[in-house]
């Protein structure tokens, strides 16, 4: 086919370079019979001129048709050769397709032929093995015939009673074993339990406190007290309303009493009046700011508290509301026992014991520290403070065990793992020192706590506070909320409810306090 293209192509250049030369032959001839024609001599003569031109344009016209073809000619040839070479690389190329083609096919042949053999072999093998197994299966069959004619036993009931046999020994030394560890046991549990108390006591220091309600302010003389009543006692009154605790000033030299249940608001009103008297300006209003921004110093000062004690005991990781909390109980008491001192104290005891038993002292510390942590809970709920500081460590994503720990402590819910009694113990231990705690105190802060809850729960009720050693309750109303007639109302049944659900020495005073407010600025 490529040869018969080729073939074609060259006839078709040849064909076209007879067609010039034929076109040149037919315009020379009517050139030469027109000449013919001529009678002048000038024709004559133009006519040789002529035909002497166009016989040098003949030439020039035969040699530009010879180029041509021989250009022609070699652009010819030159693409032959390449179809020629590139036919060839084709044929190489399907040569070669075809060559690998026999190979695969023949590969592809032998490992059938393998696998054949394979299959063959194995199914040879596996007719070899049931044969085996046949002759194994009865064999046993055969075996155990034997033995159960012996024997007189089927095989079942032999084998029952040899794993009976087996059990009763077992069950035999178990119990032997089991007896020599509890005698072993029993005879140095508790003098490595009294050894490890007593070592954790001596290990830890301590300190026992002893809170009590009242602060004592120190003035330099007695005219400052005049200035702190203020005309008509309104400068003391607004500082009571706005701290919640009682301010007494009596004939006591230098000093001011300032009572109060609640550590924090004593404290807030101790710095109040520092600032109040060193600022030399007071009146209700700058009371006022005095307090809030003491308010903001204190809860600042809980905070930087509670960061200490943490980098101090090493506990790390702390949630910031833990941390607050942890602050919190500087300001607060366990039985008379500060509660800061008393949880710091118990996750020293903790650390060294878990050191003692081999467990992790990390998690004991911690443990050890937030155990009490529900007795400083904001949002106090009716539950018992361990189980409600168990919610707040899970609310604040405290690990299992250590949340386990807390609300356990004091066996109101069931303990799952070694922490949980050493934190128990360590309580116990920190607040058995003697003169650590008073159950009295304890006692009176429950019962102040519970007067102002209970004044909380009547509608319009915005603050509430129990002073005078909780002679008093004082309720402040909102005046927009509570008429004249609805306090006198509240007044009376709470004092009704008191009475009722209570148990208190003396009497208590009941004041409902109902102000309206009118603030402007001037600009």
């Known amino acids: 086919m490529l040869l018969l293209t080729i073939t074609n192509t ?13 076109g040149l032959a037919v315009g020379y001839f009517i050139t030469a019979t027109l000449l013919k024609k001529a009678v002048t001599k000038e024709e004559q003569a133009l006519l040789e001129e002529a035909k002497e031109k166009a016989e040098v344009i003949k030439k020039e016209r035969i040699l530009q048709a010879k180029e041509k073809f021989l250009q022609m000619k070699d652009e010819h040839e030159k693409a032959c050769d390449e179809r020629n070479r590139a036919a060839q690389k084709v044929e190489q190329k399907a040569n070669q397709l075809k060559q690998e083609a026999s190979q695969k096919m023949d590969e592809a042949q032998r490992k059938s032929k393998e696998v054949q053999a394979a299959q063959q072999k194995l199914e040879s093998q596996i007719e070899a093995f049931n044969k085996k197994k046949a002759d194994l299966d009865r064999m046993h069959a055969e075996a155990a015939k034997k033995l159960e004619t012996i024997s007189g036993l089927s095989a079942k009931e032999a084998k029952d009673q040899l794993v009976e046999l087996i059990k009763e020994e077992a069950q035999a030394d178990a119990m032997v074993y089991v007896k020599e560890v509890t005698e072993e046991a029993k005879m140095s549990a508790a003098q490595t339990a009294k050894k490890i108390v007593l070592e954790t006591i001596q290990r830890t220091a301590s300190e026992t406190a002893i809170e009590n309600t009242v602060s004592v302010f120190n003035i330099e003389n007695d005219e400052i007290k005049g200035r702190i009543i203020g ?5 003391i009154r607004t500082l009571e309303s706005l701290t919640g605790v009682e301010i007494i000033i009596d004939d006591s030299p230098d000093a001011i009493l300032i009572s109060g249940f609640d550590p924090i608001r004593r404290e807030i009103a101790r710095l109040s009046l520092q600032k109040l008297v060193v600022d030399g300006r007071i009146h209700p209003a700058r009371i006022e700011e005095v307090v809030h921004k003491v308010e903001k110093q204190v809860d600042q000062e809980i905070m930087e508290t509670g960061k200490r004690t943490c980098i101090d005991l090493g506990i790390h990781n702390l949630n910031p509301e833990l941390i607050k909390m942890v602050g919190r109980m500087k300001y607060r008491t366990s039985y008379g026992q500060n509660l800061l001192q008393h949880s710091i104290e118990t996750a020293k005891l903790c650390a060294t014991m878990a050191a003692e038993l081999g467990l992790n002292v990390k998690a004991a510390k911690r443990a050890g520290l937030l155990h009490d942590i529900g007795k400083v809970a ?23 065990d250590i949340c386990n720990a807390i609300g356990a402590h004091h066996e109101e819910i069931e303990m799952d793992n070694l922490i949980s009694p050493i934190v128990q113990v360590c309580d116990a231990i ?18 102040l706590n519970k007067l102002e809850d209970m004044a909380m729960s009547y509608p319009g009720v915005v603050k509430t506070y129990a002073i005078q050693a909780g002679r008093e309750l004082r309720v402040i109303v909102g005046a927009d909320k509570v008429s004249d007639q609805d306090a006198d109302r509240i007044a009376y049944d709470l004092s009704k409810q008191i009475q009722t659900e209570m148990t208190y020495p003396g009497q208590i005073k009941i004041t409902v306090i109902r102000e309206t407010r009118a603030v402007q600025y001037a600009k």
């Open 430 to 447: 920190s607040g058995a020192r003697p003169g650590a705690r008073r159950e009295v105190v304890e006692a009176y802060i429950q019962r």
């Open 10 to 22: 060259t006839w078709i250049i040849i064909a076209a370079a007879a067609a010039l030369v034929v």
């Open 378 to 400: 904001e949002n106090e709920e009716e539950l018992p403070h361990a189980i409600l500081g168990m919610k707040v460590a899970e609310r604040m994503k405290e690990k299992p």
């Open 231 to 235: 005309r008509e006692g309104r400068n």
